[in-house]
């Protein structure tokens, strides 16, 4: 299942821990970066690897927002969803990314291109509302901001900005 | 001892012990979910609040999570103590579905009772329920989560203290999910503990499903006849059938919890069998009688054999599943009648090792299962406990999470649930490996052993420089020689005559040492402790029988709650010798080989239906209390039959023991009326002196003393040398029993039928190799009187030297000559 490329490295990522447990979430995102998400092939490839059992590790895989047991399009748009973000009008913002790419909250666009998820606080409280798009943090988020950052995306596979 | 005021009233309390167990002590049960005596604290359901008034805390506290303290005064009724419990148990209830009319928890839920004692009526909370998928978990366990509470007992039970991991918690917060990876049958064989062991109804008993309500059920406590260990049960019956089985505490020997052999192992006794029916009515040569016209006719006809031969030719046959009262009036009817036996063994080499091991087992070094879970370093020696015993493989895993080192010193690639240290020895070998890891353990220095003792310990050290060494020997023997509480648990299955007594003897040197060392004997069946005392030292085991059958010098049996067919491993043999007997009278609750072919049937009562004793493996007699009178089931297909009567339909079956009084013991007039169990047992041997059947102690009654002094006999030594197998050396046969699919109360529990796994014959890579065979290949295996064919597992983990078969009901094993046969691996062939 598993390419032999994906599967010698993280054998060696395995073999030079102390014990394999403790690389289970960083397998796991060796997989999803490649695969994008962790399809129940994959777990149970993954946890013969670690020496752990499939369900032990889908423990850890469904305690964690940034390990998806379905699949996630290509951008995946996690609204921040605590306190101070409420406070600055994250449903608001929410609301307009569905509207804009055409997707509920917990769903994927048609095109496969966006997910929008709720995430717990990411800190980014004094820019407050924000988001989080991949590994990149937006904040002071505003209609017009979310247009040209979604514009981008869609437009570049490859893009990343940096505010 | 902290010493503290709970409500008012002052409790001791040994130290570490939690505020929750110091209420409990004066018996003032405060509320809780996830705290349970033998899991531990989490904290996870904040439902055991108390109000702590004076000492180190102060205010509202969870009872499970603090350690009583001298000087702590605490209230469990305080206003703001019960409003916060009336809160918590709110919460927990908001998303619970009110199913409980049709939930199988209602009337014993820990959830219903605390809703109710919490004083939460009526739901305030208006939005929509959390809801879950529920999952396929297998044949016994019935999965709901929608009424799961979050207190994780189920995932601690199971993955911790049992060390299954294939349950478990899953997603996060409001999706929080307790189940497997994937729908499937649970791994565990210990998986039926989550029935009783869940506060409320996400795992319930899926077998006793749409059939009873808890309230109208009869509940007894009684006991597990499956093996040795003697587990303490709830027996529930409703509608004249045995309706499901519980764990019952008892702090020595199961503690809370039983494996699912006993649970689920009872539809035997309702007549469920898969195959056969349990045979209700007495007959005569197959055709229903009346039960007077049973006995009269079996009396008649033993009485005319005896005339004719002798009373010397009629021989009585009982078992290991005889209770107490059935072997001691089966010896009080031999002696006073001048029949031959009775005989409880079939294979006379396992009767010898279970007297030789009852002979060196006394009340100082014999320990129960709480100890092994307290025992600092455990030797295996020749035993499977997962599988020969299977409670006593918790047991160890409890020491192991303690952190005791495990060895097991076997020929069959054991799997225990816990990490262990295996070492691969055929039978031959147990003894000096097991004599090389004392000997190396135990200081150079023997003075005071006494000259017997240094002459073992000499012997010992002797051995070790003969053979090759296993690897990692010697690291264990160092934490063995550092640990204050040893084990060694030794078996009776595969392992050599010899090999009980040598470790016992190994324990005593131990002991010598100036350790707390401790013995466990697995026995080969629940009633095997009484039955080898009771055949005294010159008993023979029915394999001694067969000749004289043969030879014509016996011509009746009377066989009571025992069947030959299922023991025994020559079947042609043995069913011409059954067939030129002239009288076989039967009395048992099997429909079993030796039943239908009885002149003479008489249907005896399970341990359901009867008082019943039995004395598990380190001497602990307990009794099963009768729970119901049994009967053809009014439930489940068959109707009874429709006619007018004043007895219960299949209710003419008596305690085996009554049964054989009627048959051979009372006069005609006076019936079993006249005989109790307490006029009996005491007289057949001094060990029993003090018994009735009635009135035991909650935990049973140790029959072992302690004798003054330690006493050894010495004499024992390693047997056999140990030179490596030749290539042409044949391998040795090794019959093992599984936890599901050997014994015969999985041949006739069709409830444990979908337990039963494949067989398959485990040998080293090594003996595969020059019997030209691979792992998973089938193979057929040419034994005396015929092959069987059978599945390889090849492991190294395996001994060289043996191939390990199960007694499997699905296998046709029985075409050995004799009890222990080799094979050479030529006579393997791979189809």
């Known amino acids: ?163 | 001892m902290p010493r503290l005021i709970i409500d008012d009233l002052e409790v001791d309390v040994p130290k570490g012990s939690k505020v929750i167990d110091a209420a409990e002590r004066l018996g003032i049960m405060i509320p809780r979910f996830c705290y349970h005596e033998a899991l531990g604290s989490v904290g996870a359901c904040r439902m055991c609040a108390v109000k702590f008034i004076q000492g180190p805390f102060k205010g509202v506290q969870m009872s499970c999570m603090i350690d009583a303290q001298d000087g702590m005064v605490v209230s469990t009724t305080d206003e703001e103590a019960v409003q916060f419990r009336q809160r918590v148990i709110e919460l927990l209830m908001m998303n619970h579905p009110l199913d409980c009319p049709v939930c199988d928890e209602g009337g014993q839920c820990l959830l219903q009772d605390e809703t109710v004692s919490g004083g939460h009526a009526i739901r305030r909370y208006r939005g929509k329920k959390r809801t879950y998928r529920d999952q396929y978990l297998g044949p016994y366990i019935q999965h709901e989560m929608n009424r799961c509470i979050h207190c994780y007992r189920c995932s601690r039970y199971y993955q911790e203290f049992s060390g299954y991991r294939d349950l478990g918690p899953l997603q996060i917060g409001d999706r929080m999910f307790f189940g497997r990876f994937s729908d499937g049958k649970l791994e565990s064989p210990f998986s039926g503990n989550l029935v009783d062991i869940c506060p409320t109804g996400v795992y319930t008993d899926k077998t006793a499903r749409f059939k009873v309500r808890r309230w109208d059920l009869h509940r007894a406590p009684s006991l597990c006849n499956h093996c040795p260990l003697g587990c303490n049960t709830i027996a529930n019956a409703h509608y004249r059938g045995v309706m499901r089985v519980e764990a019952r505490y008892n702090q020595d020997v199961n503690g809370y919890f039983i494996c699912d052999a006993g649970r689920f192992g009872f539809s035997y006794s309702n007549g469920g069998a898969l195959h056969e029916k349990r045979p209700w009515t007495p007959r005569i040569q197959g055709s229903d009688v009346s039960a007077k016209a049973a006995i009269a006719k079996a009396r008649e006809d033993l009485d005319n054999v005896a005339e004719k031969y002798g009373p010397g030719a009629i021989a009585a046959v009982g078992s290991a599943r005889n209770s107490l009262e059935s072997q001691c009036m089966l010896g009080k009817i031999c002696r006073t009648r001048g029949w031959r036996g009775p005989v409880f063994f079939t294979d006379p080499a396992k009767l010898r090792k279970t007297r030789s091991a009852l002979e060196r087992l006394d009340g100082d070094i014999a320990v129960s299962l709480r100890e092994i879970e307290n025992a600092d370093f455990i030797v295996i020696a020749g035993a499977d406990p997962l599988n020969e015993a299977g409670m006593a493989a918790l047991a160890v895993r409890q020491a192991s999470r303690k952190q005791a080192p495990i060895v097991t010193i076997d020929p069959r690639p054991l799997f225990l649930p816990c990490d262990f240290d295996h070492i691969p020895a055929a039978p031959g070998k147990i003894e000096l490996y097991l004599g090389m890891l004392i000997s190396a353990a135990l200081a150079k220095d023997s003075t005071g052993f006494g000259k017997e003792a240094v002459d073992f310990y000499s012997a010992l050290v002797a051995e070790k420089g003969k053979s090759e060494v296993p690897a990692g020997i010697f690291s264990l023997a160092e934490r063995l020689g550092a640990s204050q509480r040893p084990v060694i648990i030794c078996g009776t299955d595969v392992t050599r005559e010899t090999t009980p007594s040598f470790t016992a003897d190994c324990v005593r040197l131990l002991r010598l040492a100036g350790k707390q060392a401790g013995l466990f004997y697995l026995l080969p069946g629940a009633g095997s402790f009484s039955s080898a005392l009771l055949s005294g030292t010159d008993g023979e085991a029915f394999g001694d029988l067969i000749g004289d059958i043969e030879n014509g010098l016996i011509k009746a049996l009377v066989v009571v709650e025992s069947d030959p067919f299922h023991y025994y491993p020559d079947r042609v043999r043995l069913e011409r010798a059954m067939e030129s007997l002239e009288l076989v009278v039967a009395i048992d609750y099997f429909p079993s080989s030796t039943v239908s072919r009885a002149s003479i049937f008489y249907p005896a009562s399970t341990i359901f239906e009867t008082g019943a004793t039995y004395v598990n493996q380190e001497g602990r007699a307990q009794f099963a209390r009768p729970v119901h009178h049994g009967g053809v089931p009014v439930w489940g297909g068959e109707h009874p039959p429709r006619v007018y009567s004043n007895s219960i339909p299949g209710g003419d079956h008596l305690p085996a023991w009554k049964a054989l009084w009627e048959i051979a013991g009372s006069t005609p007039d006076t019936g079993a009326a006249d005989i109790s169990p307490g006029e009996f047992i005491p007289a057949e041997h001094a060990a029993f002196e003090a018994f009735g059947s009635d009135n035991y102690p909650v935990d049973g009654i140790r029959v072992l003393q302690g004798k003054a002094g330690l006493t050894g006999n010495w004499n024992s030594r390693i047997e056999e040398s140990s030179q490596r197998p030749e290539n042409a050396e044949p391998l040795e046969l090794l019959m093992v029993e599984w936890m599901f699919g050997t014994t015969e109360f999985s041949a006739w529990s069709d409830s444990l039928a979908s337990a039963i796994a494949e067989p398959y014959m485990s040998m080293n890579s090594k003996d595969a190799c020059r019997a030209g065979v691979c792992d998973g290949d089938r193979v057929s295996l040419e034994l005396d009187n015929g092959t069987i064919e059978i599945k390889v597992s090849v492991s190294d983990r395996a001994a060289e030297g043996v191939l390990v078969i199960p007694r499997h009901q699905s296998l046709d094993w029985r075409k050995m000559k004799d009890f222990s046969v080799r094979v050479l691996p030529g006579k393997i062939r791979k189809i």
Not at chain 1, 28 to 56: K, N, R
Not at chain 1, 133 to 152: A, F, H, Q, S, W
């Open chain 1, 1 to 163: 299942m598993l390419p032999d490329e994906l599967k010698l490295k993280l054998e060696k990522m395995i073999s030079d821990a102390e014990s394999p447990r403790e690389k289970a979430i960083d397998v796991m995102f060796e997989i999803q970066e490649l695969q994008g998400w962790m399809s129940d092939e994959a777990m149970v490839e993954a946890a013969g690897l670690l020496g752990m059992t499939p369900l032990e590790l889908e423990e850890l895989a469904t305690f964690y927002d940034y390990i998806y047991r379905s699949p996630v399009g290509k951008y995946v748009i996690k609204v921040c969803d605590s306190t101070v973000c409420w406070l600055e009008g994250h449903q608001s913002i929410i609301d307009y990314i569905s509207a804009r790419a055409g997707v509920p909250m917990g769903g994927t666009s048609p095109d496969g291109l966006f997910t929008l998820l709720p995430v717990c606080c990411i800190g980014y409280c004094d820019r407050a509302p924000a988001m989080v798009i991949n590994k990149r943090v937006y904040g002071k988020l505003t209609p017009e901001k979310i247009d040209r950052i979604l514009d981008k995306l869609a437009n570049s596979a490859e893009f990343h900005e940096s505010e």
